[in-house]
């Protein structure tokens, strides 16, 4: 997602990571008028309450070289390098190496305030940014949220406190951003960086969820749905096709692969499924994105 989010997750998260990163602007969308109260309405009407995100709660995301923790000087942009042999574990889309991004997990609450384990939220904090993923995991449904530009990320408040509307962008705006072009696959993006992280509540789990060809739609109709393709080859039989060209970072290429990512540079090049992947780049630039 765009305007220093995400994506993304997103983020995007994303993302997203959550991520939350945009892949470009929809002349398109639907701009419904709908405040983000609206949507936040929509959204809890299937995932339950929304929790009380906060980057103070995320957990940052390493930035090492060698197994050495670094940094990198100030720029405009932030602080990184566009360069992904600068850092052991890139980032899919934007500065490849870039330090203090955040990501953190909530679960789902039911109505009464306990725990409902088939709903959990992502939340992606980078350049003072906080994008949230919120995704059902039985169903699929899927809903996208981020604040206003210059937002206070560590204390936005809750659908059920005063400035609301406020503090969170609309759906429309959010929209725009089409966060689903690079969630395509999945609402959750796994690159090198992201999956350094596990759940603090279980370790032996990554911290982004891996929803695999589980059901996946999204809420809310400002947004478009996530394209899919009928192509049955030796790819899609395991891998949606996931079309964005703006993981360019390391080659993530036309399909969505299983995490965890260890390497950004140690992949398969064997060429046995040549064909099967070019009927799905042949798909995916029908598609202009």
């Not at 998260?13 to 969308?29: G, P, V």
């Not at 050495?68 to 042999?85: A, K, L, V």
């Not at 955040?102 to 939220?121: C, I, M």
């Not at 703006?246 to 064997?270: C, G, I, K, R």
Request: charged residues 20%; negative net charge; glycine residues 6%.
């Amino acid at each position: 997602m765009k305007n220093k989010v995400v994506t993304v997750l997103v983020l995007g998260l994303l993302t997203t990571i959550f991520l939350f990163e945009s892949c470009k602007k929809d002349d398109d969308i639907i701009d419904s008028r709908r405040t983000a109260l609206d949507y936040a309405y929509e959204c809890e009407a299937v995932l339950g309450p929304l929790p009380r995100f906060s980057c103070a709660d995320a957990i940052e995301v390493p930035t090492t070289k060698n197994g050495i923790p670094i940094t990198f000087p100030m720029e405009e942009e932030g602080s990184g390098s566009t360069n992904p042999n600068d850092c052991d574990h890139p980032w899919a889309f934007g500065m490849a190496c870039q330090t203090e991004n955040k990501v953190g997990r909530y679960s789902g609450l039911n109505a009464d305030g306990t725990e409902n384990p088939d709903v959990v939220f992502i939340t992606f904090c980078r350049d003072g940014g906080l994008g949230v993923i919120g995704h059902k995991l039985s169903t699929g449904e899927t809903c996208f949220f981020s604040i206003i530009d210059g937002g206070d990320s560590n204390n936005p408040p809750k659908s059920d406190e005063a400035g609301y509307n406020e503090a969170w962008m609309t759906p429309s705006v959010v929209a725009a951003d089409k966060c689903q072009n690079c969630h395509m696959a999945s609402p959750f993006l796994h690159t090198p960086a992201v999956d350094q992280l596990t759940n603090p509540e279980n370790p032996t789990d990554l911290l982004i969820p891996f929803t695999g060809n589980n059901p996946y739609s999204i809420i809310g109709a400002e947004f478009h749905q996530p394209h899919t393709t009928n192509i049955q080859n030796s790819c899609t039989s395991c891998h949606r096709p996931q079309c964005t060209q703006h993981f360019e970072n390391y080659p993530l290429d036309e399909l969505v692969m299983p995490p965890p990512f260890q390497n950004a540079t140690n992949f398969d090049h064997n060429t046995i499924s040549d064909a099967d992947r070019e009927a799905i780049r042949n798909w995916c630039n029908s598609l202009n994105l």
